[in-house]
């Protein structure tokens, strides 16, 4: 039986580990902030080389606790991409800002650098927001083109939020993902790439004035202790447990499953690439490959490929349905995207993600590729 992301074979290998770091934590009856969550954030750091970590309790209030920091809100303009998941653009409405929704590249899915900089001028000659942020996106694993985009923040005096929700334990050269904002967030939740059991997520940044508020913001914006309170702060916390199992996870992520994932992606491509679109990765860039995510010529045919799939046991997904400009819950959008945002349409209704994960076998791989192959050849 395939799996699209396979937890409980991941869970079989790691289960000793895994077992017995949860029993710790109960066993100290420590379980909100405590060592386990320390070691964490210390390991975390140091791999992606930033010097604060500051965990939370997802990658959503992670967002959203970077956009408080900067004192983002209303009248204020935060560039996102129109191809991602909803919290990127949630969080931005939330603190009351306004989110400028940019297209995507057709081959890598990120942010597109000549739409973001079309935005920018647009919404400065409008002159009704202030531009302030801009949130890139390390789409399906791999992080987007942070050198582009660090200069196109520079000029226009932007912060720059890396939501690395998707790309924990991808790179740029030797520059880990994580450490290309100003500040920059991830999620554990169980599917991403380093999942714990439940929800859980983690800040970075290099600046020590942000560390020192964010780590008031989560916990209720405490002073000198939690009763003592300085801002409007939030609860978010990651739990000892969930720190416990990440901890277990941790160097079998790195030392193992990012190598795995590299190897599939590659046989999947080569299998694939005469029959259907395959991601692109820049030179010198790697993903985490949090989805591997090909493109049909129509929405009719990406439709038919599923269901073939799923008539052959073979789950698949659509990431994502819905551009983000056409999300009821934004209201009326400030400008006419639909005829801006081109590539965003059309990837929603041509793209597919394929079962992947660092346990997927090679026999596995080729049944779901040959199945591919099938449904072209029987046309
Ligand atoms: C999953 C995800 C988030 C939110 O993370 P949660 O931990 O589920 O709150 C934010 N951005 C992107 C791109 C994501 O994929």
């Known amino acids: 039986m395939i799996e699209f992301r396979d937890l409980k074979r991941q869970y079989l290998y790691l289960k000793k580990n895994i077992d017995d770091k949860i029993n710790d934590v109960i066993q100290s009856a420590s379980f909100i902030g405590g060592k386990q969550v320390n070691i964490l954030e210390q390991t975390l750091a140091n791999y992606v080389d930033v010097k604060h970590c500051i965990s939370c309790a997802n990658g959503t209030d992670a967002l959203e606790l970077a956009l408080m920091v900067w004192n983002i809100g209303f009248g204020d303009a935060v560039f996102v991409p129109d191809f991602t998941f909803f919290s990127t653009g949630e969080v931005v409405?939330?603190?009351?800002?306004?989110?400028?929704?940019?297209?995507?590249?057709p081959d890598t899915f990120n942010m597109d650098t000549v739409s973001l900089e079309g935005l920018i001028r647009m919404v400065k000659t409008q002159g009704k927001l202030?531009?302030?942020?801009?949130?890139?996106?390390?789409?399906?694993?791999?992080?987007?083109?942070?050198?582009?985009?660090?200069?196109?923040?520079?000029?226009?005096?932007?912060?720059?939020?890396?939501?690395?929700?998707?790309?924990?334990?991808?790179?740029?050269?030797?520059?880990k993902a994580c450490s290309f904002g100003d500040i920059s967030t991830t999620s554990f939740f169980p599917a991403k790439p380093l999942g714990c059991y439940g929800d859980g997520g983690a800040i970075f940044t290099n600046s020590d004035e942000w560390a020192k508020k964010l780590t008031s913001l989560k916990v209720h914006?405490?002073?000198?202790n939690k009763y003592?309170?300085?801002?409007?702060?939030?609860?978010?916390?990651?739990d000892s447990i969930q720190a416990a199992i990440l901890n277990a996870k941790f160097p079998v992520f790195i030392n193992e499953e990012m190598n795995k994932v590299q190897?599939?992606?590659?046989?999947?491509?080569?299998?694939?690439?005469?029959?259907?679109?395959?991601?692109?990765?820049?030179?010198?860039?790697n993903s985490s490959w949090a989805q591997y995510s090909i493109q049909l010529e129509s929405n009719e045919e990406r439709d038919r490929l599923q269901s073939y799939l799923k008539e052959q046991g073979i789950p698949s997904?659509?990431?994502?349905?819905?551009?983000?400009?056409?999300?009821?819950?934004?209201?009326?959008?400030?400008?006419?995207?639909?005829?801006?945002?081109?590539?965003?349409?059309?990837?929603?209704?041509?793209?597919?993600?394929?079962?992947?994960?660092?346990?997927?076998?090679s026999d596995e791989i080729e049944f779901v590729c040959d199945r591919v192959k099938e449904f072209f050849q029987r046309k």
């Open 228 to 238: 003592d309170n300085v801002y409007i702060g939030m609860n978010s916390r990651l």
């Open 317 to 361: 997904m659509v990431y994502y349905q819905k551009p983000m400009h056409c999300q009821k819950a934004f209201g009326e959008s400030v400008f006419k995207y639909d005829e801006l945002n081109m590539t965003t349409n059309r990837l929603c209704s041509t793209i597919l993600s394929l079962p992947f994960h660092p346990y997927l076998n």
């Open 130 to 175: 202030k531009p302030r942020a801009i949130i890139a996106v390390d789409l399906f694993g791999q992080p987007a083109e942070y050198d582009k985009i660090k200069q196109i923040a520079t000029r226009n005096n932007l912060y720059l939020l890396e939501d690395c929700a998707q790309g924990f334990g991808g790179s740029i050269d030797k520059r």
């Open 93 to 105: 409405a939330a603190v009351g800002a306004t989110p400028i929704f940019v297209d995507v590249r």
């Open 221 to 224: 914006g405490k002073g000198l």
């Open 263 to 285: 190897l599939i992606a590659r046989t999947y491509t080569s299998l694939l690439n005469n029959y259907v679109k395959t991601p692109l990765i820049l030179d010198g860039f």
